[in-house]
């Protein structure tokens, strides 16, 4: 799929999702009230590379947080992992989720993380980053990073920038920063992601996540 098809399915998306809102949806990264259990998938669409898609399912219950992903820490490589939820704050909105886990498949390690947010008034400071120890040696060792600075100015609605570090694909830029654009509902959200914005062939990213309550 071309970026500008890509582009074009959340425009044409988004309205739908967003015209019913009831309540905001929080990222689909970010951390979940307890009893909750959601899905996401992120859809890349890379220039210069095939596209892939990063699925990850969430679980809370109290405190703790289990976690599955798949391709994010590298193509045809699963993650598991447990954490314990921390958060509060009232004018200030904090939440912060150590994790530890283990990865297996195209890479192997074990790797210690975390999810944070701090939240003020109708801004959000979103970040999630893990430290991959690889088992294959010293060399591979990588610190993963994806974070968002986001401004909700109604409901359903939010807006802001975005920064990614990974080894998934090979870019000339350490750090990929872009731009965001995403709508939601109770149950679901879509958020479209461009990265390196100044090249001639931004990295499209579509992120689709639906968060059930039990």
């Known amino acids: 799929?071309?970026?500008?098809?890509?582009?074009?399915?959340?425009?044409?998306?988004?309205?739908?999702?967003?015209?019913?809102?009831?309540?905001?949806?929080?990222?689909?990264?970010?951390g979940l009230s307890p009893g909750s259990v959601s899905a996401s998938v992120y859809t890349y669409f890379l220039p210069d590379y095939h596209d892939y898609v990063q699925p990850t399912i969430m679980a809370d219950h109290?405190?703790?947080?289990?976690e599955a992903r798949y391709n994010y820490e590298?193509?045809?490589?699963?993650?598991?992992?447990?954490?314990y939820a921390?958060?509060?704050?009232?004018?200030?909105?904090?939440a912060l989720t150590p994790m530890l886990g283990g990865v297996f498949g195209s890479?192997?390690?074990?790797?210690p993380g975390y999810r944070g947010e701090v939240g003020y008034w109708k801004l959000d400071l979103y970040s999630e980053g893990e430290y991959l120890f690889d088992l294959s040696g010293e060399s591979n060792h990588f610190f993963y990073n994806w974070s968002e600075l986001a401004l909700a100015?109604?409901?359903?609605?939010?807006?802001?920038?975005?920064?990614?570090?990974?080894?998934?694909?090979?870019?000339?830029?350490?750090?990929?920063?872009?731009?965001?654009?995403?709508f939601s509902n109770e149950l679901a959200s879509v958020?479209?992601?461009?990265?390196?914005?100044?090249?001639?062939?931004p990295t499209v990213v579509i992120a689709l996540a639906l968060t059930l309550d039990r």
Do not use: K
């Open 86 to 94: 921390f958060s509060g704050g009232e004018t200030w909105r904090w």
């Open 153 to 182: 100015p109604v409901e359903w609605f939010r807006c802001g920038v975005v920064a990614q570090r990974t080894r998934v694909y090979q870019t000339d830029r350490e750090l990929a920063r872009g731009a965001l654009l995403g």
């Open 191 to 201: 958020t479209g992601y461009a990265f390196n914005l100044t090249e001639r062939d």
């Open 107 to 111: 890479s192997n390690g074990i790797a």
């Open 1 to 30: 799929m071309s970026h500008a098809r890509a582009i074009a399915l959340v425009l044409l998306a988004s309205p739908a999702i967003g015209r019913h809102a009831a309540a905001q949806t929080p990222p689909p990264n970010e």
């Open 74 to 83: 590298d193509l045809a490589t699963g993650s598991a992992w447990a954490g």
């Open 62 to 66: 109290a405190a703790l947080h289990l």
